[in-house]
């Protein structure tokens, strides 16, 4: 099986072009390629595929297996791979998602894409359809006990679960130990997808992640949506943000009169290569 390794701002999965390949058990495979020891090494893989609602549909799988509804560095992978593997000739393309219709974008510099904009779509801010256990319309700087500990959070939903709870000094943060008792809480019946952020100014924040399903990835583009409306809803910052992540910046803007938030950041290959199982 062919794949190409690709990242954006550090987030990296195997993509897997569904018109040339047949995947049997996606779920399976995204397990044994995503070790970073006995398999190719990423943070999940994502299958390119056809689609009769859209130019392509994303399919994506988290390290454990699991299928994310929707992935914002990966779809600017998936934009990238098509264009510049001579899939379509097209700068503005739609990908269908779990999380809806996508449409994207690209900025091409010497025949090969190098940023992406993203439409992520409106956030959605109804507890049950994030989802999470929750009384009211919406969960905004509220509180949870996780690990024994109170935090406040904030949570939306890009397509996927998310729980945004702000933090001063999260460089030093024990991830590793917060982020599994977010993960696994029984307030959020599907999991959740958990950022750390601290608001540098009103036009810069910085965040960490655990991932639903991946664990600590060196960045989230779903996730770096999610605190940038967080952020928004919580008088914290501007509607344009820079949120800077562990693997490089991503530029977030929360368009409030059309309701839609839109994600530009970076997309590279790494390798092309073949898989044999
Ligand atoms: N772990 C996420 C999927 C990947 C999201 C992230 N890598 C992004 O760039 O949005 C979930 O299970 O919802």
Redesign the pocket.
């Known amino acids: 099986m062919k794949f190409t390794k690709m990242q954006?701002i550090g987030?990296d999965?195997v993509y897997v072009n569904c018109f040339q390949e047949k995947i049997e058990n996606p779920s399976e495979l995204a397990k044994k390629i995503s070790d970073r020891h006995f398999g190719v090494g990423s943070?999940?893989l994502i299958l390119i595929c056809p689609s009769d609602k859209a130019d392509f549909e994303m399919k994506?799988y988290?390290a454990d297996g699991?299928?994310?509804?929707?992935?914002?560095?990966?779809?600017r992978c998936v934009a990238k791979y098509v264009y510049d593997y001579g899939l379509t000739d097209k700068k503005q393309i739609s990908v269908e998602t779990l999380g809806g219709i996508k449409y994207l974008d690209l900025t091409v510099e010497n025949g090969k894409a190098v940023l992406v904009k993203v439409d992520m779509g409106s956030p959605i801010l109804e507890p049950e359809l994030i989802p999470v256990k929750a009384e009211g319309e919406n969960v905004i700087d509220a509180s949870i006990i996780a690990g024994g500990a109170e935090y406040k959070m904030t949570c939306i939903s890009?397509?996927?679960?998310?729980a945004v709870i702000f933090w001063d000094g999260i460089d030093s943060m024990e991830i590793e130990k917060i982020g599994p008792s977010f993960e696994e809480h029984e307030r959020f019946p599907n999991?959740?997808?958990t950022e750390f952020v601290e608001v540098l100014d009103e036009k810069t924040v910085k965040m960490r992640?655990w991932?639903?399903?991946?664990g600590e990835?060196l960045?989230?583009?779903?996730?770096?949506?999610a605190v940038a409306v967080a952020c928004i809803l919580n008088g914290r910052t501007e509607d344009t943000v820079c949120v800077k992540l562990l693997g490089g910046d991503l530029l977030v803007q929360w368009d409030r009169e059309k309701n839609k938030v839109y994600m530009t950041g970076p997309a590279e290959v790494v390798f092309d290569g073949e898989w044999k199982e």
Request: charged fraction near 15%; glycine fraction near 24%; include cysteine.
């Open positions: 954006g987030n999965y943070d999940g994506m988290n699991s299928r994310g509804e929707m992935c914002g560095n990966g779809i890009m397509g996927n679960p998310h999991r959740v997808n992640v991932e639903r399903g991946s990835t960045a989230c583009g779903t996730g770096a949506c």
